[in-house]
């Protein structure tokens, strides 16, 4: 998958790996439908992080979490 290029294949992709090694609880407050390409290499960098990373602490989940909130496209 080349995730250099901005497309909602590629965010759905993305959120769902980065849910997935979080374990995230509550994936359905994170959706690939709630962010949008303007924001796409913020999100790419959360990704390149979560991919990097094997262990997370409580407080890095957290602050992925509100980071990726602050992300989400105003309704």
């Not at 994936?27 to 094997?54: C, Q, R, T, W």
């Not at 409580?58 to 992300?71: R, V, Y």
Request: no cysteine.
């Amino acid at each position: 998958m080349n995730l250099s290029q901005k497309s909602p294949e590629n965010i759905e992709y993305m959120i769902t790996k980065i849910t997935e090694k979080l374990n995230m609880l509550n994936v359905g407050a994170i959706k690939p439908s709630h962010f949008n390409e303007e924001m796409y290499e913020e999100l790419k960098d959360i990704y390149d992080l979560v991919m990097k990373k094997s262990m997370f602490s409580p407080s890095e989940m957290q602050a992925i979490a509100e980071e990726l909130g602050n992300l989400r496209k105003m309704s």
